[in-house]
């Protein structure tokens, strides 16, 4: 619900800053003294097209801020809300924080939880929270997708409406895979066969993973077999079989290091490095001979080798790719004919593409079977309701509108549609001309619906346009009883509605200077007294009305 609004330099209000409660909510004043301005701020911070004449005279700007505290039912989906948007969360999801600066030379700057945001953000976050209801005042209800949101709540049909969504979706995807398919005709079969003598090359030769790094080793070395041959045995030559050889030097090395440590021990770390080599030489000797005995030096294995090198070289080079690619072209190759193969199998596709439309129109015939019987519950509810609103004889109607073809949102268009009085032909709510009708039907609506409506705060603004004695009294009755599941503010001329708030606030002029200034102040009970005193009486406050004031608030 809507916690705190400030203003700076809006209209005629220098500041303010005015806390609200739950339940409902009356301001009044009198004609001229900016009741309307409190809703025009709210507008503005909920992404309202600014202009530069709302700024104060004299001032370079305005700047409207709003604290709305979340209810517990919309943290989750607004906590998501913000985070796809990369705005930082407020009070761990309990509070949204929006402002709105304009500036004289008509540049506008919006915030949501003090980051920079767009206006179309703004209106997205203020959809959530705010609805407003009034004759100048932009309304979710008008919306064609807002009437069909706001019956399938109503009637609960939620679930069923994403159930069809995702098997329409499903079935365009499908309808497209086919088209595709069928438009691709000989370009497809040309593909395949390439594909197919592709797969068939690449499988006959069956490269495998590292086996190019492996098979390149080996060829190395059968390639250099003598060589290896003449190193190893020149080697052990040098080592230990010729008549100097490095081992024979370290064994003579040795003894003699092994004299000299009895005459002086600071030699013994030497001793022990000549030992160690020794010993090292020795290894070597060993492993050399163990490799001799052990090397495959077959030419038959050479050839072999060599052959499987070329095949994987010429393999590569025609398909242009790394020899240690191949492999994974010979997956891909498969994966690729397999995915075309299944593409093109018209047959399938065509069979898949019935059996999605049909499973779609089995449950977009059950929605449109629980809108039709819910539309004409509503319908009644809404128009029994029109008749204590001095709109006697006036209907709604929830017309069931067939889609030439259907659509995500099912088999039909839903359209509020009203007579406003007997003998009228219905037509569509967003077309009716009064702007009093328009509020007094949106009320009986938000009321009939208040517990499918998850827009927190309602805001309406001159409901009682119009009307009078037991009609407003009526009014304000809805009023109340919808402040019981809502936040509501309502801007109201008649004290019938004013004595039923639970919170009463009072918008008054004041001169500074030569300046107007417009204030706005929170009634206790005796000051209630007095503001109905004159909303009944006028200019003169007599002690009738005043008795009458307490009457209408002791009523209540």
């Known amino acids: 619900m809507l916690q705190t609004i400030a203003l700076r330099d809006f209209v005629i209000v220098d500041t303010l800053e005015l806390d609200f409660s739950s339940g409902f909510t009356v301001l009044t004043g009198e004609t001229g003294a900016g009741k309307s301005i409190l809703l025009d701020a709210l507008g503005l911070v909920l992404g309202e097209r600014a202009d530069s004449s709302q700024i104060r005279e ?3 700007r305005a700047e409207i801020s709003a604290l709305f505290q979340i209810d517990p039912s919309l943290q989750a989906s607004l906590s998501a809300w913000l985070e796809e948007h990369g705005f930082p969360g407020e009070d761990e999801g ?10 004289s030379g008509g540049r506008s700057r919006a915030f949501i939880n003090g980051s920079v945001a767009t206006l179309a953000q703004l209106r997205e976050a203020g959809d959530q929270l705010v609805d407003i209801h009034g004759q100048h005042a932009h309304q979710l209800l008008l919306k064609g997708g807002a009437q069909r949101d706001l019956l399938d709540r109503h009637a609960g049909l939620g679930g069923l409406g994403n159930e069809v969504g995702q098997a329409f979706r499903a079935l365009n995807d499908l309808r497209k895979r ?3 398919a069928e438009n691709a005709g000989q370009d497809i079969a040309r593909e395949r066969e390439r594909l197919e003598w592709q797969l068939d090359e690449l499988s006959e030769l069956a490269p495998v993973a590292g086996e190019w790094t492996a098979i390149q080793s080996d060829h190395g070395r059968l390639a250099n077999a003598a060589k290896i041959i003449s190193g190893c045995q020149e080697s052990i030559e040098i080592l230990s079989e010729s008549d100097h050889s490095v081992e024979s030097a370290l064994t003579k090395i040795n003894s003699a290091m092994h004299d000299l440590l009895e005459h002086d021990p600071n030699l013994k770390d030497i001793a022990e490095s000549l030992e160690s080599a020794q010993i090292q030489v020795d290894e070597a000797v060993h492993s050399l001979n163990r490799y001799l005995q052990k090397l495959d030096l077959d030419p038959e294995r050479l050839a072999q080798v060599e052959a499987r090198m070329q095949s994987l070289h010429s393999a590569a ?4 790719v790394d020899a240690e690619a191949l492999p994974q072209l010979l997956e891909e190759t498969a994966e690729h004919l397999q995915a075309l193969t299944a593409a093109q199998n018209m047959d399938a596709l065509r069979k898949q593409v019935e059996e999605a439309e049909a499973a779609y129109l089995k449950l977009a015939k059950q929605l449109s079977q629980k809108r039709g019987k819910a539309a004409a519950e509503l319908s009644k509810e809404v128009t ?9 004889g006036g209907q709604l109607d929830i017309a069931l509108l067939p889609l030439a073809e259907g659509g995500a949102s099912g088999l039909e268009q839903i359209e509020f549609q009203v007579a406003g ?6 037509r569509s709510l967003a077309k009716v001309a009064s702007g009093g009708e328009l509020a007094r039907i949106s009320l009986a609506i938000s009321v009939i619906t208040s517990k499918a409506s998850f827009t927190p705060t309602l805001i309406f603004d001159e409901v009682d346009a119009g009307i009078g004695g037991a009609v407003a009294e009526t009014v304000g009755t809805l009023l109340r009883q919808l402040g019981e599941s809502h936040q509501i503010l309502c801007v109201t001329h008649l004290p019938q509605v004013a004595a039923q708030g639970n919170h009463h606030f009072k918008v008054s002029k004041s001169q500074a200077g030569d300046k107007t200034l417009s204030q706005v102040s929170s009634l206790g009970r005796a000051e209630r007294v007095e503001e109905i005193a004159r909303m009944l009486g006028g200019a003169t406050i007599t002690d009738t009305t005043r008795r009458h004031a307490r009457e209408l608030l002791e009523h209540h």
């Not at 309990?94 to 500036?103: A, D, G, M, Q, T």
């Not at 029994?384 to 006697?392: D, I």
Request: charge should be positive; aromatic fraction near 6%; proline fraction near 3%.
């Open 421 to 426: 009085h007997a003998g009228s032909t219905p």
């Open 178 to 180: 086919l088209a595709q």
């Open 317 to 320: 080079r025609k398909y242009k």
């Open 94 to 103: 309990r509070s949204l924080f929006l402002k709105r600066i304009v500036e």
């Open 58 to 60: 004299g001032c370079n």
């Open 384 to 392: 029994l309701a029109m008749q204590n609103l001095s709109m006697a």
